[in-house]
């Protein structure tokens, strides 16, 4: 079980995420998905498609998207929810960046 984490607690550097690509990171037993955009935000989400449990991070991503690798559901990074007309939501995590520095902030 992973323990409530009100700090933010850092992840990556920006320049380690590639735009169009996940990267896997694990907190406690917790595994997320970060994901880079062009404007360089980035979005977390549970790496786990809501569907069979593909892994998102290994998706491919089309903008503030994700399509499950294994079934080609396509998720919404910043809501977690899965497209129409499929159905279910993955949970998705506060970010934040500062000097390059990328933190997420666990709360369960």
């Known amino acids: 079980m992973t323990q409530v984490l009100n700090e933010p607690i ?10 169009g690509i996940g990267k896997k990171v694990t907190i406690d037993c917790l595994e997320l998905a970060l994901f880079r955009q062009e404007n360089d935000d980035v979005l977390a989400v549970e790496n786990r498609c809501p569907h069979k449990g593909g892994v998102l991070s290994d998706g491919i991503v089309s903008g503030e998207y994700v399509f499950c690798p294994m079934h ?7 809501k977690g929810e899965a497209v129409a007309p499929d159905v279910g939501c993955v949970k998705t995590y506060n970010v934040s960046i500062v000097d390059e520095a990328v933190y997420i902030v666990v709360k369960e």
């Open 10 to 19: 850092y992840v990556a550097q920006l320049h380690e995420l590639s735009v």
């Open 72 to 78: 080609d559901w396509k998720i919404d990074l910043r």
